[in-house]
């Protein structure tokens, strides 16, 4: 690489998020007591001294890269969503956002290493935790605010919430972007499976005051009440 | 440890079991490449040469460790629902049994290790990664059943495996034993959350001859029937 970039510019932000990248991908090959900060350095095509132009010390890069991936969610998914009033309708984009995430913004290494935060110890661990309770805290709400609302049936939030994080946190571990499941349709068919038998309405159109998009679930019911009927 | 047991003898195969389970929350604990043989035998009470009479070498052990960890799982989970003519009632049934097994039959530390197969090189990982693939393809073959019976509405069988599995292979990240939700609870809400929106005819007394358990979901649905009446 080129002279060290400005502090706080693009070109610096951009070398930076490189960087940690890099290392993840690195760290995810070859566990993290065996990548050393030299092979970190070559793998992004820096001196030692160079790295450390942008890394404070090891131990401080393994959490940047949790602190980076965490970013990277929370401005992707949960601060688009918390605006969306109607819960469920939160609850639905939010799993849109987040299997985007896993399937094509994330780098799959970030996606590992935040499962693995046990590597973090004293207060670095604390603070990713943190940042992780406040998904799981903003999922609880929700689900326990559509509930009050008479918008889904009775569930325990806590399950639904752990739920809804599995599906979409597994993903990682068999979805392959060339395979022959898009991530569009990935989308449909979670919301589909895990909102199917939850909404006790599934098309507001009074609430929102547009044609929702009826789901599978819901159309398999109406079949049902015509052959009832 | 007292005088080595015969081998095949049931003691035998209890203390191969506890040599398994001990080494499997060492590993947990220091990481594989950390906790040495040595190790190993101190936390099970053997001599080293105690130890190698119930194991043959570290990488061995992971595997062993793995091996049991699938036996385990198909000796509870899997083989009692083969039999089962119902494929709604056979995947109900299938994950009850492997929550079950999450919350209670396997150690936390054999999910663990089972989740980080990529530990294992070669052949051994082969074995294991192929133990693995069968579970996914009795789920989504029975999935296919499922619809092709019109037993639930269509939907991908590989994206509803990974979901089913994703919901309970979490369950150790999150669940306390000692927490406010029992694991009976844990399952009913499970299996309402995932088959509720599925079925297409959520009461099948006819197929089975005997009343089954409606859901939350069928219940909600019905309530929702008679108030459109």
Same mark, same amino acid.
């Given at each position: 690489?080129?002279?060290?970039?400005?502090?706080?510019?693009?070109?610096?932000?951009?070398?930076?998020?490189?960087?940690?990248?890099?290392?993840?991908?690195?760290?995810?090959?070859? /566990?993290?007591?065996?990548?050393?900060? +030299?092979?970190?350095?070559?793998?992004?095509?820096?001196?030692?001294?160079?790295? @450390?132009?942008?890394?404070?010390?090891?131990?401080?890069?393994?959490?940047? %890269?949790?602190? @980076? /991936?965490?970013?990277?969610?929370?401005?992707?998914?949960?601060?688009?969503?918390?605006? %969306?009033?109607?819960?469920?309708?939160?609850?639905?984009?939010?799993?849109?956002?987040?299997?985007?995430?896993?399937?094509?913004?994330?780098?799959?290494?970030?996606?590992? %290493?935040?499962?693995?935060?046990?590597?973090?110890?004293?207060?670095?661990?604390? +603070?990713?935790?943190?940042?992780?309770?406040? @998904?799981?805290?903003?999922?609880?709400?929700?689900?326990?605010?559509?509930?009050?609302?008479?918008?889904?049936?009775?569930?325990?939030?806590?399950?639904?919430?752990?739920?809804?994080?599995?599906?979409?946190?597994?993903?990682?571990?068999?979805?392959?972007?060339?395979?022959?499941?898009?991530?569009? +349709?990935?989308?449909?068919?979670?919301?589909?499976?895990?909102?199917?038998?939850?909404?006790?309405?599934?098309?507001?159109?009074?609430?929102?005051?547009?044609?929702?998009?009826?789901?599978?679930?819901?159309?398999?019911?109406?079949?049902?009440?015509?052959?009832?009927?």
């Amino acid at each position: 690489m080129a002279r060290a970039p400005e502090l706080g510019s693009d070109v610096h932000r951009e070398r930076h998020r490189a960087v940690l990248e890099t290392a993840a991908r690195l760290i995810c090959e070859k /566990g993290y007591e065996a990548a050393s900060v +030299q092979d970190i350095a070559d793998a992004c095509g820096l001196t030692k001294a160079g790295l @450390y132009y942008y890394i404070r010390s090891k131990e401080d890069l393994l959490l940047e %890269i949790m602190n @980076y /991936g965490m970013d990277v969610f929370e401005e992707r998914v949960l601060l688009p969503v918390l605006t %969306i009033a109607d819960p469920v309708e939160r609850l639905k984009t939010c799993m849109e956002k987040n299997i985007f995430l896993v399937t094509e913004g994330w780098s799959k290494e970030v996606t590992i %290493i935040l499962h693995e935060h046990e590597t973090l110890t004293g207060a670095a661990r604390a +603070q990713i935790n943190a940042r992780k309770k406040r @998904y799981v805290h903003f999922l609880e709400s929700t689900f326990e605010e559509a509930v009050r609302e008479g918008r889904i049936r009775r569930v325990e939030p806590r399950v639904a919430a752990f739920s809804f994080l599995g599906m979409i946190l597994w993903i990682y571990k068999w979805f392959r972007p060339e395979g022959k499941i898009p991530s569009e +349709q990935l989308v449909r068919e979670m919301q589909d499976l895990f909102f199917g038998g939850l909404e006790t309405v599934p098309a507001r159109t009074k609430r929102t005051g547009k044609t929702e998009r009826t789901s599978a679930a819901a159309k398999a019911r109406s079949r049902n009440k015509e052959k009832a009927a």
